[in-house]
C-alpha cells in the first residue's frame, strides 16, 4: 500500500508558464513533507520542504502549499525553465521518526 | 566541501554472485541512510544508520541484504547470492541530524544482475 502517490508520471510545461507537480499522501502521522528533484545519473537534490503547521513555503520560483484536510501538496514553479526539467519526487515523514516515505516520481520536461 | 559519493558507478554482476556496495557520507554527518530504486518505483527505504549502529532495518528485502557502518563514516551495503530482481540503483544518503529532515543524496549505484 502506497502512503505517499504521485498520480502523474509525466508532465509537459511550456518554458515561462506555471508547473504544478501534486503528490498525495495516506498517513494522517505524517507532519513534514519534501520535494526532491533529480537528474539522470544524479543523486536527488533537496528543493523544499513544509512542515504541517504551515500551509505554504516559498523559496523564489518554488513554492509549496499543504492541504491537511485532503491530504495532498503541490510544487509550484513559476515561471519555469528548461533546467528544471527532471524527475521530481515528494517525500513525507512523521517527524518523530526518521524514516522518508517517498512517492514515485513526475518526470517534468519544461519545453523551451 | 565534497558531497556523499558512492562506488561503484555501475556494477554488472552474474546471478549468484555477491556484491558490495559502498558509500561515503558527507564528513560530521551522523545519519546515513541507504534506498533502492528499481525501475519505475519510488525511492525505497532499506536501512538507517545512526553513528555505527542500525536502528532501523526493517526495510532491507531479505537476509541476503546487510550493511555496515565503521568509524561513524563509510558503509557497505552487501547483496549475497544476487537475484535479478536486485537489479535497481542503490542510493546512499548522509544527512547531520538524526530526524534527517535534509539528506543529501550520493548518485547512486546501478546494479545490474544478468
Known amino acids: 500500500d502506497q502512503q505517499v502517490k504521485q498520480n502523474s508520471p509525466s508532465l509537459s510545461v511550456q518554458e515561462g508558464r506555471i508547473s504544478i507537480l501534486n503528490c498525495d499522501y495516506t498517513n494522517s502521522m505524517f507532519d513534514y513533507f519534501l520535494w526532491y528533484k533529480k537528474y539522470p545519473a544524479e543523486g536527488p537534490t533537496f528543493l523544499i520542504s513544509i512542515s504541517s503547521i504551515k500551509d505554504k513555503n516559498e523559496d523564489g520560483r518554488f513554492t509549496v502549499f499543504l492541504n491537511k484536510s485532503a491530504k495532498h501538496l503541490s510544487l509550484h514553479i513559476v515561471p519555469s525553465q528548461p533546467g528544471d526539467s527532471a524527475v521530481y519526487f515528494c517525500a513525507a515523514s512523521d517527524s518523530g521518526t526518521y524514516k522518508y516515505i517517498f512517492g514515485t516520481g513526475t518526470r517534468l520536461k519544461v519545453l523551451a | 566541501g565534497a558531497g556523499v559519493s558512492q562506488s561503484p558507478s555501475n556494477k554488472v554482476t552474474e546471478k549468484g554472485k555477491d556484491v558490495e556496495l559502498r558509500c561515503d557520507p558527507i564528513s560530521g554527518h551522523t545519519a546515513l541512510y541507504w534506498y533502492r530504486q528499481s525501475l519505475g518505483q519510488g525511492l525505497e527505504f532499506l536501512i538507517y544508520?545512526?553513528?555505527?549502529?542500525?536502528?532501523?532495518k526493517s526495510g532491507l528485502p531479505s537476509d541476503r541484504f546487510s550493511a555496515e557502518r565503521t568509524g561513524g563514516s563509510v558503509s557497505t551495503l552487501t547483496i549475497q547470492r544476487t537475484q535479478q530482481e536486485d537489479s535497481a540503483v542503490y542510493l546512499c544518503?548522509?544527512?547531520?541530524?538524526?530526524?534527517?529532515?535534509?539528506?543529501?543524496f550520493g548518485p547512486g549505484t546501478r546494479l545490474t544482475v544478468t
Open positions: 544508520f545512526q553513528g555505527n549502529s542500525a536502528p532501523d
Open positions: 544518503a548522509s544527512s547531520s541530524d538524526r530526524e534527517g529532515y535534509e539528506q543529501y
